[in-house]
């Protein structure tokens, strides 16, 4: 039985067609940057900026973890290392009151991760009957599914995590849910495969290979456009490429070739009006987004490039996409730009300040930007920039925020935040 809210976020400007139940899709959060990944919700009464006041509740979550938040009717999902790095946790929270409702544990051990990074850094998934979660115990990652009510439905070892020195970057791919499958992008160094999982079983229906390059941590989505069937549209060194949920076989792709060695993607792809944009870099300041057709069949590198970027779009944060312009943060300095998606011009820069890691998320039109000092700053979604709001959480900030429900859920360094204005 889905946990469907009652609410009908309208007005999202998605530019695809995404699950199903689009109803329940658009009222909660139910993965990485929310419905299809998009980072865009219609919620009309989150504050731009607040005070004490306003904040719901504000609830300890042990351990530590830059895994975001993900929300369906009242129910808040999120794991965490233990601070003594031998429990992996699954919290599921009351979205009313923040009580932690239950719990959830894998064993684990401590591991080499990069200081950005956590070993509870991946995102849950729903579809409000399981929440799919990915552990990394610090030697291999597995994935679990919970029922509602905390029951293991199923779990299903996907394999060791190697990492090649010096690049030990940890672990932190996040799981997404369409229909009657799980999709994980398994992007390790020099191995890296795309897996279709029964969501009732567990069971892997379909695993597809990648080139491998260097560890890859960026999100799926499903575009579904002109009435064509559904495709899994994924990026990482290899390149950007569309798959067949069903099957997992392999529509067109894009090889991705870079000016000097190959970069890692971090950042998800996103959809523009016809486009795929999907970013890349590496800790030294490399910088490369390319933006591609979305249709096609087989190798489509030669004809399907339409712009790219070597300099100046982010690595980490991942761009978000509002009307006909696509809206970013650098990952050094918060600086924020606005680019025309077709074009990929510039149209504004805005420096915020602070180093950001968190992914903006667009709310009824209007931009929020988390920087890792937790100072959140609101502006305009247009193409002239105009200030709205600063507020800040009160402590560190490196995961990405969530809204459903008239709530925003920000994931600070020690606490879960709810924001809902009173």
Not at 60 to 83: C, E, H, K, T, Y
Not at 136 to 164: C, N, T, V
Request: hydrophobic share 40%.
């Amino acid at each position: 039985m889905r946990h469907t809210s009652l609410l009908l976020l309208l007005g999202l400007g998605f530019p695809v067609c995404v699950l199903g139940d689009l109803q329940a899709e658009r009222a909660n959060w139910p993965r990485f940057r929310g419905p299809n990944g998009a980072g865009v919700s219609g919620d009309k009464s989150i504050p731009v900026q607040w005070t004490a006041q306003d904040v719901a509740w504000k609830t300890l979550i042990p351990g530590s973890g830059n895994s975001s938040p993900v929300i369906w009717g009242d129910r808040v999902f999120l794991q965490s290392s233990s601070a003594d790095a031998r429990e992996r946790m699954l919290f599921c929270l009351d979205a009313g009151t923040g009580k932690i409702l239950w719990t959830r544990t894998a064993p684990g051990n401590s591991a080499k991760a990069h200081r950005k990074n956590s070993l509870a850094s991946s995102t849950p998934a729903t579809d409000g009957e399981r929440v799919y979660v990915v552990f990394w115990d610090g030697e291999g990652i597995a994935m679990h599914a919970y029922s509602f009510d905390g029951q293991l439905q199923w779990q299903r070892d996907l394999g060791p995590f190697k990492q090649i020195q010096p690049t030990t970057h940890g672990a932190g791919n996040s799981p997404i849910v369409f229909q009657d499958k799980v999709f994980f992008a398994n992007e390790q160094d020099d191995e890296a495969s795309i897996l279709g999982l029964d969501a009732k079983t567990g069971k892997i229906v379909w695993k597809t290979p990648r080139q491998g390059f260097r560890t890859c941590y960026s999100t799926p989505f499903i575009l579904e456009k002109n009435g064509s069937g559904a495709e899994v549209i994924i990026s990482s060194t290899a390149g950007v490429a569309s798959l067949d949920p069903h099957s997992g076989k392999e529509n067109w792709i894009y090889t991705w070739t870079f000016m000097n060695k190959p970069l890692r993607t971090v950042g998800s792809p996103v959809y523009a009006g016809g486009l795929i944009l999907a970013t890349s870099g590496d800790g030294g300041g490399d910088r490369h987004a390319i933006a591609v057709k979305a249709e096609g069949k087989g190798d489509v590198t030669k004809t399907h490039l339409v712009w790219e970027n070597t300099k100046s779009l982010p690595y980490v944060p991942t761009a978000v996409v509002h009307g006909d312009y696509v809206y970013t943060v650098a990952d050094r300095g918060g600086v924020a730009a606005c680019w025309k998606a077709q074009t990929g011009e510039q149209v504004w820069a805005q420096r915020l300040g602070g180093d950001v890691s968190a992914s903006p998320i667009v709310i009824d039109g209007k931009l929020y930007v988390i920087n890792e000092e937790g100072e959140v700053y609101v502006f305009k979604a247009a193409p002239k920039f105009e200030a709205l709001g600063k507020t800040p959480v009160g402590e560190p900030v490196i995961a990405t925020p969530a809204v459903a429900g008239g709530k925003l859920f920000i994931r600070g360094k020690s606490h879960l935040f709810c924001i809902a204005k009173q």
